[in-house]
């Protein structure tokens, strides 16, 4: 271990900024330059292991060679008796495990991709080198602070994979290299067969704990750790953190997918993928997504105006019939209009409440028309039931012309009726009608006058000439 002031080559050590693992991490500055680096010392007990030091100083030559803005680069290599050594860019900011760790809540959605996107291209740029990280993992991310914005920077190398490699293998069969809880399915069950999507699966969830500020593998101990991986046994993203964008969520599970061949082909289209709307049915193949729920709606309870009953009309009993009273008598209530029920609009932003009335039902008119008829027609006289029905018949035509021709016939002969009427009246029943005299001798006639008698045969006639 070292302290400050000790020099190791043309390097002097000022303080310890931390360490894990194999290795501590010291803050130093070069004697004759002057410039400020960071120092990466392999343990003193792992110094003697000569395929650790091994290891530990290829980390120095395969990051040295990846030169690009979100790598961290590598300036140098000290390999002093008992000390093997990294010299690399000093960093001023902290790593992404302290950053999640230090906030109450997941960043913003935009936050998230800025941060993922600088992580895509740099291990985008080492794939095409031919680079296979094996430990991505937040504590190897670090977010640097340089000239008042944020640089995203990738960390340690020192178990990657490098395709091509001549010589002997880094890694023994049946090894298992990397942190379980960042670990793809056939990194667990074989180190060697590990490829860029090995590296994509642990960005994915890497990429879960960033949106949602929760780890996404959690254990007792490694193997169960490891057996959720292999079976995908995982609370969903946008569970985990309801309201996560859909895109986001879209990309982590199938950043996430059990077989290798469905996952992401590359960083660039997994970077594509940040910004792009989800496509339904990826989101369906991992998690059925439920059909959107209605927005909560308030109900609205709206007044209905009520439907005012008719007015009822009095009429006088001496000004109507007594089969319009009957009628009127007998009349039912009309029928009562239910009370309206309050109606639940449903409401939603940004509709504004709008009062509804129903519309007025149609009066029953059917039984009160006869009244009404009977009310605008002209009293009538009363006449009893028992007299009405004893009424005889009408004469008919011809009965008035028969009485009106008797009555002519009457006034033209009635009164010579009437004189041989009042004549046979006046005659005395016992008389004997005179004899006729001869010559024409006189006749007394009654009363005391005289006269002549025609000496001309006379009829029986009833009749009598007076002269």
């Known amino acids: 271990m070292l302290s400050p002031g000790n020099v190791v080559e043309r390097y002097e050590v000022e303080r310890e900024l931390g360490g894990g693992g194999m290795a501590r991490v010291y803050k130093v500055r070069h004697v004759a330059l002057g410039s400020v680096h960071a120092l990466k010392v392999l343990d003193p007990e792992l110094v003697g292991n000569a395929e650790l030091r091994t290891r530990f100083l290829d980390e120095g030559r395969i990051q040295a060679r990846l030169k690009h803005p979100n790598i961290l680069g590598i300036t140098d290599v000290v390999a002093a008796p008992g000390v093997a050594g990294l010299v690399m860019d000093y960093l001023e900011g902290e790593s992404l495990d302290k950053y999640l760790a230090r906030a109450t809540q997941p960043p ?38 340089s000239y008042g914005r944020r640089v995203v920077r990738i960390l340690d190398f020192g178990i990657a994979k490098v395709s091509g490699t001549e010589g002997r293998p880094t890694t023994r069969t049946g090894a298992r290299m990397g942190t379980p809880q960042y670990m793809s399915p ?5 180190a060697r067969d590990v490829t860029l999507r090995s590296d994509i699966f642990s960005l994915g969830v890497t990429l879960y ?16 750790i490891m057996e959720k991986i292999v079976r995908a046994d995982f609370v969903p993203p946008d569970v985990a953190h309801p309201g996560l964008e859909r895109g986001l969520v879209a990309a982590i599970l199938r950043a996430m997918a059990l077989e290798p061949e469905r996952r992401f082909a590359s960083c660039r289209e997994f970077a594509a993928a940040l910004v792009a709307e989800a496509p339904a049915e990826r989101v369906e193949e991992s998690v059925p997504e439920p059909p959107p729920a209605p927005r909560a ?43 309206p029920r309050p109606v639940a609009v449903r409401q939603e932003p940004p509709v504004i409440p709008v009062r509804l009335a129903e519309p007025a039902p149609a009066a029953p008119i059917e039984k009160r028309v006869p009244a009404v008829r009977e009310r605008a027609l002209p009293a009538k006289k009363s006449v009893p039931p028992s007299q009405e029905e004893s009424a005889p018949p009408r004469r008919k035509a011809w ?11 009457l006034a033209m002969f009635g009164s010579a009726l009437i004189g041989m009427v009042m004549g046979r009246l006046a005659e005395p029943p016992n008389r004997v009608p005179p004899k006729r005299a001869v010559g024409g001798a006189p ?22 000439e007076i002269r």
């Open 209 to 224: 704990e960033l949106a949602t500020g929760k780890p996404c593998f959690q254990g007792e101990s490694d193997f169960n």
């Open 108 to 145: 913003p959605a935009d936050e998230v991709r800025d941060i993922f996107r600088q992580v895509l291209e740099g291990m985008g740029f080492a794939h095409e080198q031919g680079v296979i990280h094996r430990d991505l993992k937040p504590s190897n991310i670090f977010l640097e602070q």
């Open 399 to 409: 009965r008035w012309v028969l009485l009106f021709a008797f009555a002519g016939l």
């Open 297 to 339: 709606a308030t109900p609205l309870r709206v007044p209905v105006a009520s439907v005012p009953a008719p007015a009822k009309v009095t009429v006088a009993p001496a000004a109507m019939g007594p089969r319009v009273a009957v009628a009127l008598a007998e009349e039912p209530e009309p029928a009562q209009v239910p009370a």
């Open 443 to 464: 006749v007394q006639r009654p009363g005391g006058s005289s006269g002549t008698r025609s000496s001309t045969p006379q009829d029986d006639s009833p009749f009598i």
């Open 186 to 190: 056939e990194q667990i069950r074989e």
